[in-house]
């Protein structure tokens, strides 16, 4: 367990962006009991950072994953419940452009959840696009842990050039940066290989947090270049990385049998192993069970430079998110 600030982060989270998002991950309202197994579990377990976002849910069920979040973190009465994190995200939406929208947006998802965000964190960097709105909104960000409305704030999809910019400036007034959330797996090295935000984490006092940790579900082996696929925009993705990512698919397959483990536990181990808190997505409870089982043991050195070795090796990778600065 790491603190960083007033938060007390645990070695994994969970995260609920499929919950309410029917687009994407087929959400129904009939799984919400399932889901609120997977919650109680998960802090039971010290799984108690749950990441999730205000622009999480599908049409009408837009906030969704906030609301539900909300209701069983409010009614939860088992173990480690003062150690719940709500991490939620702020979206950069083109029309919050003021520094006190990013207060409405606060209350907000304050509203929604039924009880205070413990950490909020600005979902994307507009640098690459609308330069000129960025600024308001950061400021913004850094007035809501001024003002007590959370505990600490994080940054989602920035790059160390923007990055080390937006820690000088809220250090200059006294706002420590606690987090920062970059897609991270074993399918996407990206941000770290290449752009290096582990190590100007570890500079600056920040807790890398790793997003789609399992690459969409393509890293637990469900999924081979002979189908089926999942639909939409996943199903799009599995074509294009099959059957380039055999190689790393058959690695975590021996290690996780060699291991008597899943090969979802091997590539959660591996982003721990890492320095990073993997927030892999869970909907039912059998996955957050199995998630679980990526806790309390460890991957050796000679197994992690395997599955650096081939993950290095592969033509392809997941596709960048759109957002990600430099
Ligand atoms: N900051 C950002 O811009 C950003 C972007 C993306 C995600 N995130 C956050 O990161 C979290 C995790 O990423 P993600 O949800 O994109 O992807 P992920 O964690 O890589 O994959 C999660 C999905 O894989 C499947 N799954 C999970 N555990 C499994 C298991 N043990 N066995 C088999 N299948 C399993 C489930 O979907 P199926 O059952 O449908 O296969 C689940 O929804 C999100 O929920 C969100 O909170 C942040």
Redesign the pocket.
């Given at each position: 367990m790491s603190t960083a600030n007033q938060l007390a982060l645990p070695t994994m989270g969970?995260?609920?962006?499929?919950w309410g998002n029917r687009l994407l991950?087929?959400y129904d309202p009939r799984m919400d009991d399932q889901l609120h197994a997977v919650f109680d579990l998960c802090v039971a377990y010290g799984v108690t950072l749950f990441?999730?976002?205000d622009s999480?849910g599908t049409g009408r069920l837009k906030g969704r994953s906030e609301e539900l979040l909300g209701q069983f973190a409010n009614t939860y009465r088992g173990s480690n419940a003062d150690r719940i994190c709500i991490a939620t995200?702020l979206a950069a939406y083109p029309w919050r452009l003021t520094r006190s929208s990013m207060a409405s947006a606060c209350e907000g998802s304050a509203r929604r959840l039924g009880r205070k965000v413990d950490l909020v964190?600005m979902?994307?960097s507009t640098a690459n696009y609308a330069p000129w709105q960025e600024w308001a909104l950061l400021d913004g960000l850094a007035d809501l842990y001024d003002r007590g409305e959370v505990k600490a704030v994080g940054l989602?999809?920035y790059g160390p050039k923007r990055l080390q910019k937006v820690y000088q400036r809220f250090r200059d007034r006294g706002v420590p940066i606690a987090t920062l959330?970059?897609?991270y797996?074993l399918l996407s090295t990206y941000p770290v290989s290449e752009l290096n935000v582990k190590e100007i984490c570890d500079e600056l006092g920040i807790q890398l947090i790793a997003?789609?940790?399992?690459?969409?579900?393509?890293?637990?082996g469900?999924y081979s270049a002979n189908g089926p696929y999942?639909k939409g925009l996943?199903g799009f993705l599995c074509k294009q990385l099959f059957p380039a990512i055999d190689p790393l698919l058959d690695c975590l397959r021996a290690i996780a049998r060699s291991r008597q483990k899943?090969m979802?536990?091997v590539a959660l181990n591996w982003c721990i192993g890492k320095g990073a808190i993997?927030?892999?997505?869970?909907?039912?409870l059998?996955?957050?069970k199995?998630?679980i089982g990526a806790l309390g043991w460890q991957l050796d050195a000679g197994e992690m430079a395997e599955l650096d070795r081939v993950s290095e090796s592969l033509d392809k990778q997941m596709v960048q998110?759109i957002?990600q600065t430099r």
């Open positions: 969970c995260g609920t962006w499929a991950w087929d990441d999730t976002g999480y995200k964190q979902h994307w989602s999809n959330q970059v897609q797996s997003y789609s940790p399992l690459a969409l579900g393509l890293l637990t469900k999942p996943r899943t979802a536990q993997p927030i892999p997505g869970a909907k039912t059998e996955q957050a199995q998630n998110n957002f």
